[in-house]
């Protein structure tokens, strides 16, 4: 199993810090970014690191990731309560998703408490802050060394 994971953000991620920080808190994605490489080099893992407010580029990354990598973690915001199309091209990966969420989605509006990934993700993390992104990579990095002992 590929030691390459992808961390995958959906829509108005690339505001972080300057949108609702009383919800998402003042980090920005770069400050995502620098931890989860962080938290990778500290695995021994490599990662891919992508946002985009496009629903089609995150299908077309997932895509990509079933070929090369080991697992994905995802935040796909607001498309986590919309697409189908995103837990379909998961459903095609056979390696580890988790799926993230900077809020805890679950005290939020009643639009929010359903998540189409969540039926696909071996573990959801939510409301941990930006915190839930190194969590995501350190389960992952033990998710991919379990299936390396096993094989």
């Known amino acids: 199993m590929s ?3 992808y961390v995958l953000n959906g829509p108005n991620l690339n505001l972080l810090g300057k949108r609702q920080p009383q919800i998402y808190g003042h980090e920005t994605l770069a400050d995502v970014e620098a931890d989860c490489r962080k938290a990778a080099a500290e695995y021994k893992l490599d990662l891919r ?3 985009s407010n496009r629903e089609y580029e995150i299908i077309d990354w997932v895509h ?3 070929e090369t990598a080991g697992g ?3 935040n796909p915001a607001a498309f986590s309560h919309t697409s189908v199309a995103i837990l379909d091209a998961l459903n095609t990966c056979e390696f580890p998703v988790i799926e993230v969420h900077i809020s805890n ?3 939020r ?3 929010r408490h359903h998540s189409f990934v969540s039926s696909r993700a071996d573990g959801v993390i939510a409301g941990f802050g930006t915190q839930g992104y190194r969590l995501a990579v350190m389960r992952l990095a033990r998710l ?3 299936k390396h002992a096993s094989a």
Do not use: V, W
């Open 144 to 146: 991919i060394d379990e």
């Open 105 to 107: 989605i679950h005290k």
């Open 64 to 66: 990509e990731a079933r």
């Open 49 to 51: 690191f992508h946002q």
């Open 3 to 5: 030691r390459l994971i």
């Open 72 to 74: 994905i973690a995802i």
């Open 109 to 111: 509006e009643a639009f």
